[in-house]
């Protein structure tokens, strides 16, 4: 026995040899059957639980590979999200921008926000309409929910459109209940007011709109609504605090009105006099 | 001895997994790598004769249970190979990366000449037929297993340089 086992020791690469290919001969040799059994016993006793661990395994890397389709998906749809929103945003836009078209009989030219201001106060805009499109000097621009400002200064393609919370602009406006006049005032870009007689009737909450005067807008533009009431330095005025309607940050799309000035007609007197615009 | 046994294990792991999921979207042709061959042989090149005839053996066999063939065939043609691959052991003899190539083809060659005996044996045919399908599959299914053999080879090598120094 020992010199068996001496052998085996002495000899244990050719013994290897020999003991798997004889066992593998005795399984090619086996009958089907046989095979068969052999398979099912290795197959539940061996391999299932090593199977279970590579797919284990493989799910995890399927995991992965989802995670990241997924993530590429996301952004996908949310650019598709965002897209839509812009649109819907955009439709709603020029929805009141068609009410307020059809709200005035007058002829209007659909323009675009090119380019702001770039100061603190936004003064001024330009739009992409200008003599092309026959838009003349000191035309209302308007947008959805208001006026906007007027056309100083007019190009090819382009024009200047200074907004009514300039400063140096000074737009008639009226208080649409009590049909008091004033002159919508701001002074330092952020708060406008309009002044008017102490025994106007005006309270927060009234529609302040404009009044006509000036030759410049028509009446009845949306301006803003009245939000504080306050005394003057003056007794006899009192200060109606208005907040604009229009979001001057946000305007993208407008309204040229086809109107010429009401003192048109009259522009050779006014150069007679020496004034300039 | 535990540490290189882990590691063998993991090797062996990680090439059965990239066998059975990543290597058949890179089959060209129809020809893929074998990456448990690849293991094999590199196991069998740094243990020697009598480990890489016993890992042989049961990658063969795990290889008969997964796939519907005969029963001892795969297991007999991998204990061949892993013994063939075993006799040119790095504690026996230092071969350089070529001839390493050379073997590799040579051990693939081992390995379907035995497979190719036993489904003569088995279930008839010529060995006009045997010769054809060796020469046919084989050949490029080694050239294409070595490519993937170039990145463990060219890196034992450089380890070897690495610790003569």
Redesign the interface.
């Known amino acids: 026995m020992h010199w068996i086992i001496e052998f085996i020791v002495r000899y244990r690469n050719f013994c290897s040899l020999v003991f798997t290919v004889v066992l593998s001969l005795l399984m090619i040799s086996s009958p089907e059957n046989r095979q068969l059994a052999t398979v099912r016993f290795l197959t539940t006793s061996v391999f299932y639980p090593l199977q279970f661990i590579i797919d284990k395994a493989t799910n995890i890397s399927n995991i992965y590979e989802e995670n990241r389709r997924l993530r590429q998906e996301v952004v996908v749809l949310s650019s598709r999200v965002a897209a839509f929103q812009e649109q819907a945003s955009e439709n709603d836009r020029l929805r009141g921008m068609l009410n307020l078209a059809q709200n005035f009989s007058y002829d209007f030219v659909p323009v675009r926000v090119v380019a702001h201001d770039p100061s603190d106060l936004n003064r001024s805009i330009v739009i992409n309409a200008g003599k092309n499109q026959g838009v003349l000097q000191w035309m209302p621009v308007v947008g959805e929910k208001g006026v906007v400002g007027k056309v100083v200064q007019v190009m090819g393609g382009l024009s200047l459109v200074q907004l009514i919370r300039d400063p140096a602009n000074r737009t008639s406006v009226m208080i649409r209940k009590s049909r008091a006049i004033g002159i919508l005032e701001n002074s330092n870009g952020k708060d406008y007011y309009l002044r008017c007689r102490s025994h106007e009737n005006v309270a927060v909450g009234d529609t302040v709109i404009t009044s006509g005067l000036g030759g410049i807008y028509p009446p009845g533009l949306h301006v803003g609504i009245v939000v504080r009431i306050s005394d003057s330095s003056d007794p006899l005025f009192k200060k109606a605090w208005i907040k604009l309607s229009v979001d001057f940050n946000h305007i993208e799309e407008l309204f040229v009105m086809r109107l010429s000035p009401q003192w048109s007609a009259f522009v050779h007197e006014f150069d007679s006099l020496g004034f300039t615009q | 001895m535990i540490k290189a046994i882990f590691i063998w294990f993991a090797v062996f ?1 990680g090439a ?2 990239l066998q ?2 990543l290597v058949p979207s890179l089959a060209i042709f129809g020809v893929k790598p074998d990456l448990l061959m690849l293991a094999l042989f590199m196991m069998a090149i740094k243990t ?3 480990p890489a ?2 890992i ?2 049961i990658i ?3 290889q ?3 796939s519907p063939s ?4 795969s ?2 043609a991998k ?2 190979a892993g ?1 063939f691959a ?1 006799l040119f052991n790095e504690k026996v003899m230092r071969l350089d990366p070529v001839i390493l190539g050379i073997i590799l083809i040579l051990t693939f060659f081992v390995n379907d000449l035995a497979i190719y005996a ?1 489904q003569v ?2 279930s008839g045919g010529s060995l006009g037929a045997v010769a054809k399908e060796i020469i046919g599959p084989t050949f490029p299914r080694a050239l294409y297993t070595l490519i993937f053999a170039v990145i463990p080879i060219l890196w034992e090598q450089f380890s070897v340089i690495k610790t003569r120094r």
């Open positions: 792991l059965f997994i059975t999921t020697g004769v009598m005839i016993f042989g053996f063969g066999l795990s008969d249970i997964y005969v029963l001892g065939q297991a007999l204990t061949l013994f075993g036993v044996v088995k």
